[in-house]
């Protein structure tokens, strides 16, 4: 039943997102768009990385679970297409786009650089880069940043950010949580790190590291999207579709209420 009326909204938004795209849309349904390329074959090909809690990480069972691989499952499922994920380096998800994947989900930041490489779908959560510090550390200030030895996980805005703080040393880790670890051994001043993740990271590091927010250094908001093959409109557009439905239809705030703390 709910899955009836979910479907019957699904139709209804397309039915409006349709309109919206006025004469020349030859697309039929928000079901498997046939104009999609990338969905022709029924699969949907993910590439997380599994370093992200709680958006990917590695579950239980060794498969990668999180609330992005929960959200992507529910879009596909929407669209009507099987989803396989891929868990590769995050620095990798990018340019797998279009050859080892279709598309990446993996709490990637909308930035105009990589809008040069791949599309993204309507943003779904808003976030912002949180500095993690030492527990007895002075740091409060951008300023304090300067001159400072600084970790964040390789290829992402956070290590964007660090590139711009002028005498930082930026030490870049394929894993954000390896960049934690030296920080609590005392290699590092500080990691540069999303939000939700510095939460989970301070959380297992309780009493060691203070959990210190990006708002206070002056730092942007940032916009999670699906980051998106190139081009593909039909794609594009049948997944903005799915998170329209997802986040109208309660979906998006019970897979909220699971994931996030
Ligand atoms: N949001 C950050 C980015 O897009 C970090 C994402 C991640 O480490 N998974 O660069």
Do not use: W
């Not at 940043?145 to 930026?170: M, R, S, V, W, Y």
């Amino acid at each position: 039943m709910k899955k009836y009326f979910s479907l019957l909204l699904a139709g209804v938004l397309t039915a409006s997102v349709l309109t919206g795209c006025g004469a020349g849309s030859n697309a039929s349904s928000a079901k498997v768009d046939i104009n999609s390329k990338t969905l022709s074959d029924g699969v949907l090909t993910v590439g997380t990385n599994a370093e992200f809690p709680p958006f990917e990480y590695v579950g239980d069972d060794g498969q990668p679970d999180g609330f992005d691989i929960a959200l992507i499952k529910a879009v596909a499922e929407n669209l009507g297409v099987e989803v396989v994920v891929e868990n590769m380096e995050f620095d990798s998800l990018v340019s797998s786009i279009g050859s080892k994947t279709d598309v990446a989900i993996a709490g990637m930041t909308v930035t105009d650089e990589r809008k040069q490489s791949v599309d993204f779908s309507t943003p779904y959560y808003s976030a912002m880069q949180h500095v993690l510090v030492p527990a007895d550390s002075a740091i409060s200030t951008y300023d304090d940043l300067k001159g400072k030895t600084l970790g964040c996980q390789l290829g992402t805005t956070g290590d964007f950010l660090i590139e711009d703080i002028e005498g930082a040393t930026n030490q870049q880790y394929n894993k954000a949580v390896d960049a934690v670890n030296d920080l609590v051994n005392g290699r590092l001043d500080a990691v540069i790190v999303d939000s939700n993740p510095a939460g989970v990271f301070a959380s297992n590091f309780q009493g060691q590291i203070k959990d210190l927010n990006g708002e206070d250094f002056g730092f942007e908001i940032e916009e999670y999207a699906i980051a998106l093959p190139k081009g593909d409109t039909a794609l594009k557009e049948a997944i903005d579709v799915a998170i329209t439905t997802i986040k109208e239809d309660g979906t998006f705030d019970k897979l909220v209420d699971e994931y996030m703390k």
